[in-house]
């Protein structure tokens, strides 16, 4: 299985900016996708960006479509989320996952997971 430790949140204010970074160890060679998730206070956790491991092939929920930008440091084993233009709804815990065989949306589809960090934004 991969371990994965998330870094970079905090609070920055509307139209502000923050870059996540994931860190993964373990069984790397086995991850096919990567991807962040978030969950807002009261609400269920969805999907934000993914990544192909291999390609580099990126995906996007619609709403952070042109602010958000995921990317991954193979070599590295690092996964990243560059986020721009900050909004109040973007505020939640965001997490990084892998998954070894496929490409999904779904939370279901994803074994392995970090333990979140917190971003606030400001109004």
């Known amino acids: 299985q991969v371990q994965l430790v998330e870094s970079g949140g905090g609070s920055v204010r509307a139209g502000g900016s923050l870059r996540l970074s994931c860190a993964a160890s373990g069984r790397t060679f086995n991850t096919y996708t990567m991807a962040w998730f978030r969950q807002p206070p009261g609400k269920d956790r969805s999907f934000v960006a993914g990544i192909r491991w291999d390609t580099g092939s990126t995906y996007y929920t619609d709403s952070v479509k042109g602010r958000f930008t995921i990317s991954r440091d193979s070599a590295r084993n690092m996964l990243y989320l560059q986020m721009n233009t900050l909004q109040p709804e973007d505020t939640a815990v965001y997490y990084c996952?892998?998954?070894?065989?496929?490409?999904?949306?779904?939370?279901?589809?994803?074994?392995?997971w970090g333990q979140g960090t917190q971003v606030t934004v400001s109004s």
């Open positions: 996952a892998a998954d070894p065989t496929t490409f999904s949306r779904e939370r279901a589809a994803y074994a392995n």
